[in-house]
């Protein structure tokens, strides 16, 4: 059985949301990066991706990004985080967070490297 916020995240996001997900005048820059709950999203993006490799990343700071208002928000940040094996490697990294109002805070929805 799939996880319930999977099911929850396709009743919520089809068919309306899906679409404007690809939609670019639905994102808004982000105005503060400072913001607490930016930093959050990208601090969760990170450790949730750490819980799949090997390698993991240490969180350094966010440098940009776009929301989207969709039952809560959308966030497509990018950040520079370090390979912790590395310690000289900072990088960039591109993450899709969804902090929803209800039930789960948070899904991370998509993770990469990001173009520098
Ligand atoms: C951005 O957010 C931080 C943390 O909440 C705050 O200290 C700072 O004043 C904010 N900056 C602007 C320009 O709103
Ligand atoms: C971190 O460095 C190791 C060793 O070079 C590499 O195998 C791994 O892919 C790197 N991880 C990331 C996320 O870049």
Do not use: C
């Not at 670019?24 to 990208?42: G, L």
């Not at 490799?53 to 959308?74: D, N, P, R």
């Amino acid at each position: 059985m799939r996880p319930h916020y999977l099911v929850a995240f396709l009743t919520l996001l089809l068919p309306l949301a899906a679409a404007a997900l690809f939609t670019d005048r639905f994102w808004k820059p982000i105005e503060n990066i400072s913001d607490p709950h930016v930093i959050k999203a990208a601090e969760f993006a990170v450790s949730k991706y750490n819980t799949r490799v090997i390698q993991k990343l240490v969180f350094q700071s966010v440098v940009g990004g776009t929301q989207m208002f969709a039952s809560g928000i959308i966030y497509d940040l990018v950040f520079t985080a370090k390979n912790e094996s590395l310690p000289s490697s900072t990088a960039k990294y591109g993450a899709g967070i969804w902090e929803k109002y209800f039930p789960q805070p948070m899904v991370l929805m998509g993770f990469g490297k990001a173009k520098n």
